[in-house]
C-alpha cells in the first residue's frame, strides 16, 4: 500500500467489476451487501461462502485490477475463516477482509444489536488466515466494528492494536455516524500504525481531502453501483410500464453496443478469424 490516498470501488458481478475498471478505479471491494443484494439475499451471512467465492471469482477472472473481498466475520471460526481466505486466494482475489463479529453477522447499518467477537478469538481467526495464506502478497484487513456496536474509542483502539499483533496488514475502522468525527478521532489516536481504511457511507458528505490529511489509506464507495443499479432499474421497470413502451427510455439506457464493447465481443470477432477454420 502506497502513502497516496486510494479508494476501492464496490462491485458485485463481474459486469459491475468490469464497469468500475474501465472507469479508471485501479482496485475493486467485493462488497457483501452488494453480492448478497444481487443474488437476492440479505446481508447476514444468507449467501454461503462458496456462493460468495464463485461471485468473488467470476469478477477476478473479468477484471485485472486487485479485489478485495469482504469475508464479513470469516464464516464461523478461525477454521472456516482460514479457509475461506484460501479460497479467495485461489480464486483470485487480492485480499480479504474480516470483521470481529460473530456468525452470524448482521449488516452494520441494520438493528443495534452487533456482539462483538471476543478479542483472543479474533485474534486466532486472523492468525491462521495468515499461517494459511503464508508469504504470498495476499493481504488480510482486520475490520474493527467497536464503534459500530457503541463501545468508544479505548475499545476500538485496543482492539485494533491486538488486531496488529495478530498479523493484519491494515485496519478498516467503520462509524455510523452522518459526520467523520468518531473515525478521524480514531485516526489520530492510531497514528497509521497500519493503514488505516474508512468506509464513507454514512459520513458521505466529508470532502477527501480532509481523509489525504488525517493519513488515512484507502477509502472504500461500498455499495454505490449496487445502490445506482437499483434506482435505475426501478426508474426505467416504472417508466416502462407507465408508458406502455419503450421508446421513451431508449435514450436513458445503456446501449447494446456499449454492453458488447465492455464484454470484449470484438476479441470473439478477432478470435473467430483465428482459429475457426472456414473449409
Ligand atoms: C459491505 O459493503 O458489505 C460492507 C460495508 O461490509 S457496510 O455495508 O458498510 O457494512
Ligand atoms: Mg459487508
Same mark, same amino acid.
Given at each position: 500500500m502506497s502513502d497516496e490516498l486510494s479508494f476501492l470501488m464496490e462491485a458485485h458481478d463481474a459486469l459491475s467489476a468490469t464497469i468500475a475498471e474501465r472507469c479508471g478505479f485501479r482496485g475493486l471491494w467485493a462488497s457483501g451487501l452488494s453480492i448478497a443484494s444481487s443474488l437476492g439475499?440479505?446481508?447476514?451471512?444468507?449467501?454461503s461462502w462458496s456462493e460468495m467465492v464463485d461471485a468473488v471469482e467470476r469478477m477476478a477472472e473479468t477484471v485485472q485490477v486487485p479485489i478485495l473481498v469482504d *469475508? !464479513?466475520?470469516?464464516?464461523?471460526n478461525f477454521n472456516n475463516a482460514r479457509l475461506v481466505a484460501a479460497k479467495m486466494c485461489q480464486r483470485g482475489a487480492a485480499g480479504i477482509c474480516l470483521e470481529d463479529?460473530?456468525?452470524p453477522k448482521m449488516n452494520?447499518?441494520? *438493528? !443495534?444489536h452487533h456482539p462483538l467477537a471476543e478479542i483472543g478469538e479474533f485474534c486466532g481467526r486472523l492468525r491462521a488466515v495468515k499461517d494459511t495464506v503464508?508469504?504470498?502478497?495476499f493481504v488480510l484487513v482486520a475490520r474493527v466494528e467497536a464503534l459500530i456496536a457503541g463501545h468508544g474509542q479505548e475499545e476500538a483502539l485496543k482492539r485494533a492494536h491486538a488486531y496488529a499483533e495478530s498479523g493484519a496488514d491494515a485496519i478498516l475502522i467503520h462509524s455510523r455516524l452522518s459526520t467523520a468525527d468518531e473515525i478521524l478521532a480514531f485516526a489520530q489516536l492510531w497514528q497509521n500504525r497500519l493503514p488505516l481504511i474508512i468506509v464513507?457511507?454514512?459520513?458521505?458528505?466529508?470532502?477527501v481531502s480532509v481523509y489525504r490529511t488525517a493519513g488515512i489509506s484507502t477509502v472504500i464507495w461500498a455499495n454505490h453501483a449496487m445502490r445506482a443499479a437499483v434506482a435505475a432499474m426501478r426508474q426505467v421497470c416504472g417508466r416502462i410500464l407507465s408508458e406502455e413502451g419503450i421508446a421513451g427510455i431508449e435514450g436513458d439506457i445503456a446501449s447494446l453496443d456499449e454492453v458488447f464493447g465492455l464484454l470484449r465481443y470484438d476479441e470473439l470477432a478477432a478470435a473467430e478469424k483465428r482459429y475457426l477454420s472456414s473449409g
Open positions: 439475499y440479505r446481508d447476514a451471512n444468507e449467501a *469475508g !464479513d466475520s470469516g464464516f464461523g463479529k460473530w456468525f452494520s447499518f441494520v *438493528g !443495534d503464508g508469504d504470498s502478497d464513507p457511507t454514512k459520513y458521505y458528505r466529508t470532502p
